[in-house]
């Protein structure tokens, strides 16, 4: 039986994973001052799958990496999980992101003279997860991402697309309560790309929240809720269609018969 949702019981009053508020960032390089991030106001609840669309240079990266504390801000609020962040020191920062967030940077940052295995574990190990879950849980990440044969590797050994993908095993290690991702397709063809998308969904199901940069409307598809940047600011914030409604069927769907009438 289907449990009725009284409006009340909606998750309006639970904590957000992530809140923003005005945040701000501006570099200041070579005396020239950079607007980043131009006051953005942002909450992401448990469980939700954002996309971060928007031009090169927007400030994607910049806005996702001060919410993972990567970065610094220029003023503004950062919230994770109910626990105020922006005020914390680069140390405090350090064991927030081992207890609560995954990474998938643009760029890799894979420990070079680790296995894939212990990039990966690592994480989980250092989040206080006995090796047997660990060593359990990257087995099951990387199998879903086809790495299985690359455990014993080093990253120098991967190409792009593997390190890449190795990138968001790790990042997952830890079952984090925020996955935050910059482009974690950016480097895959379309068959990697479909494993990565595959894991996403699948972890996204079991209630992981996620905020993912991409350049590819095909990719931002998967998300529930699509946020576009545009000069630092947000330009649009709104749900997407569900990509778990079933596709209109061609031969029988509304645009066979437009097609017919035209
Ligand atoms: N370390 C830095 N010092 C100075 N300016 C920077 C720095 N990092 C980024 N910027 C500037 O901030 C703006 C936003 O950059 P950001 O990397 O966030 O863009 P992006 O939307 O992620 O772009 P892309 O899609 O190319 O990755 C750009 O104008 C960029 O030149
Ligand atoms: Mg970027």
Known sequence: MIEPVSPAEEPSAAVPVVRAVNL?????????????VRGVDLRVEPGEF??????????KSTLVHMLGGLDTRTSGEIWVDG???????ESGWAI???RKIGFVFQFFNLVANMTVADNVELPALLGGSSPRHAR?????????????GKADASPAQLSGGEQQRVALARALANQPRLLLADEPTGNLDSRNTR???????EVHRQGQTIVMVTHDARVA???????????????????????????PDPDHGPGKVIELRG
């Not at 954002?50 to 400030?59: C, L």
């Not at 990257?138 to 991402?145: F, S």
């Not at 940047?229 to 569900?242: F, T």
């Open 136 to 148: 359990e849980r990257r087995e099951y990440l990387l199998g879903e991402l086809g790495l299985s």
């Open 221 to 247: 598809a998967l998300a529930d809720r699509l946020i576009t940047l545009l000069d630092g600011e947000i330009a649009d914030d709104g749900a997407i269609a569900s990509p778990r409604r079933p596709k």
């Open 195 to 201: 494993d990565v998308l595959r894991l996403l969904g």
């Open 96 to 98: 927030l992101r081992r």
């Open 50 to 59: 954002v996309a971060v669309m928007g031009p090169s240079g927007s400030g």
């Open 24 to 36: 701000v960032k501006i570099y200041q390089t070579g005396g020239l001052p950079v607007p980043a």
């Open 83 to 89: 626990e105020r962040a922006d005020t914390l020191t």
